[in-house]
């Protein structure tokens, strides 16, 4: 048998596995047996990155957190729609003369005090309870979209690591079969055994590659399960064929967090120049004298009010630690703003040249695969040795699997670039 028959299977098999490198991506099964080809196609139960961020968010702890910033901020609406500033309390009072010249006078006392809002509190204390539930509903879109960042990651990390298990493994079967061919020639007397050995030494190389790109493999496959729950694989095939993404119309979900950050230590600000005092107290009661063991009691009615003074000492602290929060956010906000921009324009270049190195590798690929199909012509009319045949063979495969790995980077800087300019899956 003619070593062209196993070297163009080969070449054959490494183009068709560039080609249809998406559909390899998409599967997780169980790891083939050595020697098998790759999926032909995306399996049944792949999932999209939007529904396993769905799953993975209701696993998140950022998701507990938003949940209890969203409650606070509904507790603060309901305080400030309250008719009084605070919690009223009850008053009970009694006095009498039993231990002084006891002739029956008592005095007894019940009101109830209501602590009263300032004039503006109230509204000031509605709209930071309005900038708070805003800020809550900012920071979960900014938890979601960092989970994404971790799903999209792991997504093509393990997208990678599925492109170049079955890159190997095309290529081990094809040196299997080398081998084997090799040793039968070796027997008839065609080939020396110096050749048999060297076709031997190639195929256990690629046995030994294989099993660690599947050690990683199962170690990316766990990350993913960690991340999700899932143990479906994540489905990146459309993620590959829509254009570039654009900029958007809306903010980046970290710009408008810290936009709605610098809000609310605004609204805090101004409901601390509202709050100058502690909250006045409405006391309505009734009270009840007894003059003495012969006199009627009487009975009135007792109307107070407090009303405490606010000084430097109480207000100067807390005026200074809300300037100051109002200052950080505010300068964290520009920073960001910058860095943002930075970093849209990094990830479009990095773009950019992904796509350029996967056009330069395809074409490499290529002119490789053509290459080793010429001195697989050779060997067969005796011209070239099998060293050279192996190593254009190798050659070729390796120059497919950098044509699979680079597409799973060109992916990756697309994936990447989303994220950059905010934009969830």
Do not use: Y
Request: charged share 25%; net charge neutral; glycine share 6%.
């Amino acid at each position: 048998m003619k070593f062209s028959f196993w070297l163009s299977a080969c070449v054959v098999a490494g183009s068709l596995a560039c080609g249809h490198v998406w559909a390899q991506l998409v599967a997780l099964p169980a790891d083939p047996p050595a020697g098998s080809p790759p999926a032909a196609g995306p399996p049944a139960g792949s999932v999209t990155l939007r529904a396993a961020l769905d799953v993975a968010w209701q696993r998140a702890v950022a998701a507990r957190e938003s949940e209890g910033q969203r409650r606070r901020a509904e507790a603060d609406r309901a305080v400030a729609a309250s008719f009084w500033a605070a919690p009223p309390s009850l008053e009970l009072s009694h006095r009498d003369d039993r231990l002084q010249g006891n002739v029956g006078k008592r005095e007894t006392e019940i009101g109830v005090a209501v602590p009263l809002w300032l004039p503006g509190q109230r509204t000031a204390r509605a709209s930071t309870a309005e900038a708070a539930a805003a800020h809550a509903r900012a920071a979960e879109q900014v938890g979601r979209l960092r989970l994404a960042g971790e799903l999209r990651e792991a997504a093509w990390q393990l997208a990678a690591l599925q492109a170049e298990a079955a890159q190997l493994d095309t290529q081990a079967q094809a040196l299997k079969q080398l081998a084997d061919d090799v040793e039968r020639r070796v027997s008839a007397g065609d080939l020396a055994r110096a050749d048999a050995l060297a076709a031997q030494a190639e195929q256990l190389a690629a046995s030994a590659l294989q099993s660690d790109v599947r050690q990683r493999l199962q170690a990316a496959r766990g990350r993913w399960a960690l991340l999700t729950g899932l143990r479906t694989a994540p489905d990146l095939t459309a993620a590959t064929t829509t254009d570039a993404p654009a900029a958007t119309a809306a903010p980046h979900p970290e710009l408008e967090l810290a936009s709605q950050s610098a809000a609310l230590a605004r609204r805090r600000l101004d409901l601390l120049r509202h709050s100058r005092r502690d909250a006045p107290e409405l006391t309505v009661g009734l009270r009840q004298d007894v003059a003495g063991r012969a006199e009627a009691s009487q009975g009135s009615l007792v109307v107070g009010l407090r009303l405490p003074f606010g000084t430097d000492d109480r207000n100067r602290p807390l005026e200074a630690a809300a300037l100051a929060e109002l200052d950080v956010a505010e300068t964290h906000e520009q920073r960001l703003r910058e860095r943002l921009e930075s970093d849209v324009a990094a990830a479009r270049d990095a773009q950019r040249s992904a796509d350029a190195q996967l056009e330069a590798e395809t074409a490499r690929a290529r002119l490789l695969r053509e290459r080793a199909t010429l001195i697989d012509k050779s060997f067969s009319a005796g011209e070239t040795a099998l060293p050279d045949l192996l190593r254009a063979f190798a050659a070729a495969a390796q120059a497919d699997s950098a044509v699979a790995r680079q597409t799973t980077a060109r992916g990756f800087a697309r994936a990447r670039l989303e994220q950059t300019l905010g934009l969830l899956p």
